[in-house]
């Protein structure tokens, strides 16, 4: 069984920082593109970035230069470090996994920016 277990969403003052994680099991994590999806209320779900098996990454454009992510292959874990949040940062924030035809999503958290 696939999972994908997101953490360390919550609620931070514009300006400041975050980390999530997305710990894997069921997949062989090594071989799977990552990528972090949100959501903010009334909006469709939008791409934040991506991290390839391959080593490559992509970013929206709206978050490039703030938000960074990394992986660990060995603990089957993708990071996104957010830093410089804004109010319009504010969203339920997703884990996805990606190989071929197979496509995995966690259960979300959600990040609210607000003073």
């Known amino acids: 069984q696939v999972q994908l277990v997101e953490s360390g969403g919550g609620l931070v003052q514009p300006g400041g920082s975050l980390r999530l994680s997305c710990v894997a099991s069921g997949i062989i994590f090594r071989l799977y593109s990552m990528g972090w999806y949100r959501q903010a209320p009334g909006k469709q779900r939008e791409l934040v970035t991506t991290?390839?098996?391959?080593?490559?990454?992509k970013y929206a454009d709206s978050v490039k230069g703030r938000f960074t992510i990394s992986r660990d292959n060995n603990k089957n874990t993708v990071f996104l470090q957010m830093n410089s949040l804004k109010p319009e940062d504010t969203a339920v924030y997703y884990c996805?996994?990606?190989?071929?035809?197979?496509?995995?999503w966690g259960q979300g958290t959600q990040i609210t920016v607000s003073s």
């Open positions: 996805n996994a990606v190989l071929d035809f197979k496509n995995y």
């Open positions: 991290f390839t098996s391959s080593g490559s990454t």
